[in-house]
């Protein structure tokens, strides 16, 4: 008779308690070795993995880093990324913009853009200048000298202004045109000259055709400077000019009223210091004493108002030279000629009035100005034709300007050799 039993909660097979497990009371009995389907023993190993298309697990995460709390793989620093999809976290981030470069970019195109309209400005400004053949050759003009000749005059001419525009400047409605000031501007080696000639001067006016229609030829006779310019325009004064002082005339610039009002304005007044009070009734001008800024209008009465000065004319002639100076340093401003906003309306203003000879261009324009400007800072002189007689009867009896033989051939001759130029 077999002797093992099983009894509910009781030893295994006959041990007792003896044989519960490691649990304690109501532990399972072991089974026996037979009954056992490990066997005896070690436990089986289990069948070999089949193989599949996945990559061995190396551990780690899904980048290639190591475990959370585990140690990289071998050969790999720490925190450093392991090969990844395209654009992933193992691919380094595409390089974005530098915002110096994105900033130089603007500027750049800020400066070509810039550049672009100053050449533009540039351009159409040249082709307003009004033209005029005033150069032309003639038998016995003076040969060229050194440095550079510009005849400067400023006409009477009404040209471009209204009925109430000549009514609020007091210049009446006198036809055709008249020279109402004229200087001779040296430039060269010495620094420039700035030299004023009286336009009542008693020369010799060379003969010319007569501009009535006729076809006559004028024959040479003496005359105040000034008669010329009404008989014979420009070209006429040039030839007068050039005849009478012995220099060769190189560019030649005319302005009339309203470009010389509108310049003023275009620039936006003119700062003089006026030494003392002037009040003209033909002018309309009624100034203070003092440092003030001239608009077109009083500029305009400032350089002809003549009747409150004892020299007239000659003091007229010191306005004139004293205003330009300012004006000049104030047009050829660089805050002037280099920005386009405020160039063109100073271009608009006085170049549709401005007659300059043929070969004249901008950039000679702005030379003149320039030199102008140079003058009446310090580095040139202002000077008058020297003068023998302010006050030569012509044989009509009118007043007239008689120069200085001596003194006016000494000061011809240092600007033609562009020598230093002798005190008046």
């Given at each position: 008779m077999n002797t093992w039993q099983e009894r509910p909660g009781g030893g295994a097979y006959g041990q007792g308690d003896a044989a519960r497990g490691r649990g304690g009371a109501g532990a399972e009995p072991p089974l026996p070795p037979s009954l056992n389907p490990r066997g005896a023993g070690a436990p089986p190993s289990r069948p070999?993995?089949?193989?599949?298309?996945?990559?061995?697990?190396?551990?780690?995460?899904?980048?290639?880093?190591?475990?959370?709390?585990?140690?990289?793989?071998?050969?790999?620093?720490?925190?450093?990324?392991?090969?990844?999809?395209?654009?992933?976290?193992?691919?380094?981030?595409?390089?974005?913009r530098s915002r110096k470069k994105i900033i130089g970019y603007s500027a750049l195109g800020l400066v070509l853009a810039l550049l672009t309209t100053m050449v533009g400005t540039y351009f159409w400004a040249d082709g307003k200048l009004r033209h005029e053949n005033v150069l032309a050759d003639y038998p016995g003009r003076p040969a060229a000298g050194k440095g550079t000749n510009w005849l400067i005059v400023g006409s009477d001419s009404r040209e471009g202004l209204t009925d109430a525009q000549e009514d609020s400047l007091h210049t009446g409605s006198a036809e055709g045109k008249r020279s109402d000031s004229m200087m001779i501007l040296h430039t060269g080696d010495n620094g420039a000259t700035l030299m004023s000639i009286p336009r009542d001067s008693w020369v010799q006016i060379p003969a010319h055709q007569d501009t009535s229609g006729s076809g006559k030829t004028v024959p040479a006779a003496t005359h105040k400077i000034n008669a010329s310019f009404a008989a014979g325009g420009g070209r006429l004064l040039v030839q007068t000019v050039e005849t009478s002082t012995g220099l060769r005339i190189d560019h030649y610039a005319e302005i009339g009223f309203a470009g010389f009002v509108g310049l003023v304005d275009a620039v936006g007044g003119v700062e003089m210091t006026i030494d003392q009070p002037v009040k003209d009734k033909d002018s309309g001008l009624d100034l203070k004493a003092g440092t003030q800024t001239l608009t077109g209008k009083q500029a305009l009465a400032f350089v002809r108002q003549r009747h409150q000065m004892a020299d007239q004319d000659l003091g007229r002639m010191r306005n004139q030279q004293k205003f330009l100076g300012a004006l000049a340093k104030q047009a050829a401003s660089p805050a002037t000629l280099l920005n386009p906003f405020t160039?063109?309306?100073?271009?608009s203003a006085g170049l549709d009035t401005l007659i300059v000879d043929d070969d004249a261009g901008l950039?000679?324009?702005?030379?003149?100005?320039?030199?102008?400007?140079?003058?009446?800072?310090g580095d040139g002189k202002t000077i008058t034709v020297p003068i023998g007689n302010p006050d030569f009867r012509t044989p009509t009896g009118e007043s007239a300007v008689k120069w200085d033989p001596a003194k006016s051939k000494a000061v011809f001759d240092a600007m033609k050799n562009d020598t230093a130029v002798p005190a008046p």
């Open positions: 070999a993995q089949q193989p599949d298309d996945r990559p061995p697990y190396q551990g780690g995460t899904p980048g290639g880093g190591p475990p959370y709390g585990g140690r990289p793989p071998y050969g790999q620093q720490p925190h450093e990324p392991g090969p990844g999809p395209l654009g992933g976290p193992g691919q380094p981030a595409r390089p974005r160039f063109y309306p100073l271009a950039t000679d324009l702005g030379s003149m100005f320039l030199a102008m400007k140079g003058v009446t800072g």
